[in-house]
């Protein structure tokens, strides 16, 4: 492993911040760690970066315990979400700054930036003042920085959290694709769930400065750990059931879930896309309070007539019933999660 934590923990106030935490990344691999505000993803990545100190535990940047070192000797690179670029210094002179300090002559130093910059899209740059950058050059350019000393893990706070929508969906692509092409490991801290599903090989859902559940975009999205997780994802048909042979009775009446479901009480989940509308006699009787464009489809919530908590449903535009409007519910077992 090029890196690993063992039982990291790090106290403020004598409260654990970061709680006995074990994570390993491997080689070339891609990993965004996910969590709302106060969950310690950024106390973790400054623990590796040798920002802060821990109170127990160890990191082991390959194989070699980080006790002690420095950060400028851990050879790491760090990103932070505002850039933090140097504003009296050009384009140029920025991407050089972790060359010069590394002693690189000044004819290999201005070659490398020049390669760099056309790396991140920004080829000619080097004499263009910080100032008159946008936000997405200006993110360009403290990556190329701290790609620059050619750092063995690449370490990114919030990467693109100050930039609009559009320009953050089209960056992470090409993010994806640069790390992808240069091998490089990187350890993402992000808020953003759809930013970390688009740019990493493993997601890790931080909670109370503990890892809640580390696992593939894929697994992570298609199967929950618990009722946090799910609900951190967005999503909020989430309800208590008791499982048993194959049916969950919940609140919502009794529902179909996968064969080899956990059994006995448990949270249960109901992807919204499992959600079918049907005619108001053929399933549980609801009311539609609610219908949000969300793009993609129509965000449509309904509240059952007989009682229970209310129902998201996902349906096309062309077929979303309008508020007030009174339709059936019935469930796809396929979109259902028996949660831990």
Do not use: Y
Not at 225 to 242: C, K, S
Not at 260 to 269: A, E, H, K, N, T
């Amino acid at each position: 492993m090029l890196l690993s934590l063992e039982a990291a923990t790090v106290r403020l106030g004598g409260r654990p911040v970061l709680d006995a935490v074990g994570l390993d990344v491997a080689e070339h691999e891609v990993v965004c760690v996910l969590g709302p505000s106060g969950s310690g993803k950024s106390t973790l990545l400054r623990a590796v970066a040798g920002l802060q100190p821990l109170d127990s535990g160890r990191v082991l940047l390959g194989g070699r315990d980080q006790t002690g070192v420095p950060a400028h000797r851990r050879g790491v690179g760090l990103m932070f979400q505002d850039h933090q670029l140097f504003p009296q210094r050009d384009v140029g002179g920025n991407v050089a700054f972790g060359l010069r300090m590394h002693g690189v002559a000044k004819g290999q130093r201005d070659a490398e930036v020049g390669d760099l910059l056309e790396l991140v899209g920004l080829p000619g740059a080097a004499r263009r003042a910080v100032a008159g950058l946008s936000g997405g050059e200006q993110q360009r350019v403290a990556l190329a920085r701290a790609l620059a000393p050619r750092p063995r893990l690449l370490m990114l706070d919030e990467p693109l959290g100050q930039l609009d929508r559009s320009l953050r969906d089209r960056l992470v692509v090409e993010l994806r694709e640069l790390f992808g092409r240069l091998g490089t490991t990187v350890l993402a801290v992000t808020h953003d769930q759809g930013e970390a599903f688009a740019l990493a090989d493993r997601v890790v859902v931080m909670r109370d400065g503990r890892i809640a559940q580390s696992g593939t975009p894929l697994e992570v999205w298609q199967r929950p750990a618990d009722e946090f997780v799910a609900r951190f994802l967005g999503f909020e048909n989430v309800v208590p059931a008791t499982v048993s042979d194959g049916v969950a009775d919940t609140p919502w009446g009794k529902l179909p879930v996968p064969d080899g479901s956990v059994q006995g009480d448990r949270p249960l989940l109901v992807r919204p896309a499992g959600v079918r509308l049907v005619a108001a006699a053929e399933g549980l009787p609801c009311v539609v309070t609610a219908r949000t464009f969300r793009g993609t489809h129509v965000a449509v919530r309904l509240l059952p007539r007989d009682g229970g908590p209310p129902v998201e449903a996902a349906c096309a535009l062309r077929v979303a019933p309008e508020p007030g409007d009174e339709v059936g519910l019935t469930f796809d077992a396929d979109e259902i999660v028996v949660l831990g």
